[in-house]
C-alpha cells in the first residue's frame, strides 16, 4: 500500500513563482525524503528530514515535517523550467521506503 | 561514472514468456531494491536484498524472482510474464544508516 497522499496531484506555476506541495504518511518513519522524477526517466533523491527534524534546506529547497501530524511539505522557491517534474515524497522505516502518490509540477517559461 | 545501471532500458515481449532484468550498482551500497511503477505513476517495493540476503519480499506473485549474486547486483526474473506485468521497474541502493536511495534509470517492460 502507498505510504499515503500527496497534495496536490498536479501544479502548474509561473517561472520564478514559489511551488508547495504537501504529503501526509501512514506509518512511523525513521526519516521522510522527496525525489524528483524527470519524464521517462528515474527517480533523484532531492532532500532527507530526520523523524527528529522540523525543518530543512538545500539550496532552493525547504522541507518541513511535523510527526503529530503525520505530514510533510516541499517548497521549491524561485521556480524554474528545469523544474518541470513529478515530485515524490516516501518515508523511510527500517529497511523499507514507501512512496506517496507524487505531485506533478509544471513550471511554465 | 558512480551509478545504479539496469539492463535493458526497454523490453518488449510477449504474454507467457519468461525474461530478466539485471542491476548493477558501484556505489559500495549494502541494500539494493526491485520497486515497480504502474502506469498511474505509483512506486511499489517489490524485494530488497541486504548484503546478498532477502530481507523484503512484499506481496509479489512467485513468478516474480529476484538473485542477488554478490551485493553489487540484483537481477529480476520473471516467468510467465502477463499484461499486468506492463510498468517500469527500478532497482535502487542506499547506503546504511539515513541516506537517500539512489535509483537505476529504469526498465519499461510491455507485455503484448
Known amino acids: 500500500s502507498q505510504q499515503g497522499e500527496e497534495d496536490p496531484q498536479a501544479l502548474s506555476i509561473q517561472e520564478g513563482e514559489n511551488a508547495t506541495m504537501n504529503c501526509s504518511y501512514k506509518?512511523?518513519?525513521?526519516?521522510l525524503q522527496w525525489y524528483r522524477q524527470n519524464s521517462g526517466r528515474g527517480l533523484v533523491h532531492l532532500i532527507l528530514i530526520r523523524s527528529n527534524e522540523r525543518e530543512k534546506h538545500s539550496g532552493r529547497l525547504r522541507v518541513t515535517l511535523d510527526t503529530s501530524k503525520k505530514s510533510s511539505s516541499l517548497l521549491i522557491t524561485a521556480s524554474r523550467a528545469a523544474d518541470t517534474a513529478s515530485y515524490f515524497c516516501a518515508g523511510a522505516a527500517g529497511n523499507k521506503l514507501t512512496f506517496g502518490g507524487g505531485t506533478r509540477v509544471l513550471v511554465k517559461p | 561514472d558512480t551509478a545504479v545501471s539496469q539492463t535493458p532500458k526497454y523490453l518488449v515481449t510477449q504474454m507467457g514468456n519468461d525474461k530478466s532484468i539485471k542491476c548493477e550498482q558501484n556505489?559500495?551500497?549494502?541494500?539494493m531494491y526491485w520497486y515497480k511503477q504502474d502506469s498511474k505513476k505509483f512506486l511499489k517495493i517489490m524485494f530488497s536484498?541486504?548484503?546478498?540476503?532477502?530481507?523484503i519480499n512484499e506481496t509479489v506473485p512467485n513468478r516474480f524472482s529476484p538473485k542477488s549474486p554478490d551485493k553489487a547486483h540484483l537481477n529480476l526474473h520473471i516467468n510467465s510474464l502477463e499484461l499486468g506485468d506492463s510498468a517500469v521497474y527500478f532497482c535502487?541502493?542506499?547506503?546504511?544508516?539515513?541516506?537517500?536511495?539512489?535509483f537505476g534509470s529504469g526498465t519499461r517492460l510491455t507485455v503484448v
Open positions: 535502487a541502493s542506499r547506503a546504511t544508516g539515513d541516506y537517500g536511495y539512489t
Open positions: 506509518t512511523s518513519i525513521n526519516n
Open positions: 556505489l559500495g551500497h549494502d541494500t
Open positions: 536484498y541486504n548484503n546478498k540476503e532477502l530481507i
